[in-house]
């Protein structure tokens, strides 16, 4: 891993190396931290962007408010303490990740009075998938594992304990040959990838799975108007592994997989095998938005100069 100088900690920047805690740490026994995944990208005019800076600080909030981690920063705080982490480490592109966690106190599932910690770091990061997936594509296993029950672990949070359920698809499809894994939710429908949403594209209509037992993602969002803008008809929809397996086109899409094409799914070829035509325009336009080439998307980029 590629590290940076400092690491934000509750308001203060830390030299990297000593940004610890303690072992006894609340979250580290029982998962009770929420994170974002953020990503700034070196644009086309020589200064630098985060990518929908505040639509992600706004989940932030909202993670800890379902989990209920008395986080006590707002959303435009922890925006300024994102912009404050990369230029402190001048970081001009790359992933930054906030996290609140419940710290070290008295142990026991009860969080009582711990207290909640918020971290933000931030660090070179290249193609989540490797370089050569955003072209050629990945294979993916549909996942012995069912996603969470909307009302077991709520999914609109991104909370660490939600991620066992993604560890265990993962290790299952890399250890199986695959590169990454598809969930199906507890009635049996396409949920999410590990890190990722899921789209298809199928009889000329692109389609993803509703927020029901997935991560809101915000990589979603933004695909779903960049595809209406190019003139797609987009619906979000449940779908089944079959429809997955005879679709035209499918991808995922996250802020570190970014927009990530599906070539093999469970031993079936999608499409021709590699990135789609309707795929390709959508990351064209994806990563032109990201380097801030097309001003009608300006809202989602905050500038800053390192
Ligand atoms: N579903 C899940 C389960 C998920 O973790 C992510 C992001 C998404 C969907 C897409 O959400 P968004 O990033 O807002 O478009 N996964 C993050 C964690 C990756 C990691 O390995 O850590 C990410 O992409 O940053």
């Not at 990945?138 to 594992?145: A, D, L, R, V």
Request: hydrophobic share 40%; glycine share 8%.
């Amino acid at each position: 891993m590629q590290t940076t100088e400092f690491i934000w900690f509750d308001g203060k920047l830390m030299p990297w190396d000593q940004a610890h805690v303690h072992v006894l740490s609340h979250s580290l026994h029982y998962g009770s931290a929420i994170f974002e995944g953020i990503r700034a990208y070196a644009c086309t005019n020589g200064e630098s962007a985060i990518f929908r800076l505040a639509d992600h600080c706004k989940r932030m909030v909202n993670s800890a408010k379902i989990v209920r981690l008395a986080i006590p920063y707002n959303a435009k705080s922890l925006e300024e303490a994102c912009l404050e982490v990369v230029r402190a480490n001048k970081l001009s592109q790359g992933y930054i990740r906030p996290l609140s966690f419940v710290g070290y106190g008295e142990m026991g599932v009860y969080p009582g009075n711990n207290p909640v910690q918020t971290i933000i770091a931030c660090w070179p990061w290249g193609a989540y998938l490797g370089p050569e997936a955003l072209e050629q594509g990945i294979s993916i296993k549909t996942s012995t594992f069912t996603r969470s029950h909307v009302n077991a672990n709520m999914t609109k949070a991104k909370s660490a304990g939600n991620y066992i359920n993604s560890i265990l698809a993962k290790i299952e499809a890399k250890e199986d040959g695959y590169d990454e894994a598809v969930m199906l939710d507890a009635s049996g429908y396409v949920s999410e990838a590990t890190g990722e949403n899921v789209f298809i594209v199928r009889k000329g209509v692109i389609k993803t799975t509703p927020l029901t037992s997935i991560l809101e993602g915000i990589t979603r969002d933004s695909i779903i108007r960049i595809a209406r803008d190019l003139g797609y008809e987009i619906v979000e929809q449940l779908f089944t592994r079959d429809e997955l397996y005879s679709a035209d086109e499918a991808f995922l899409c996250g802020t570190a997989a970014e927009l990530t094409p599906i070539r093999e799914v469970d031993h079936r070829i999608i499409g021709e095998g590699h990135r789609g035509p309707v795929t390709k325009s959508i990351q064209d336009e994806f990563f032109k938005i990201a380097k801030g080439e097309d001003p009608k998307y300006a809202e989602w980029l905050t500038y800053y100069k390192v």
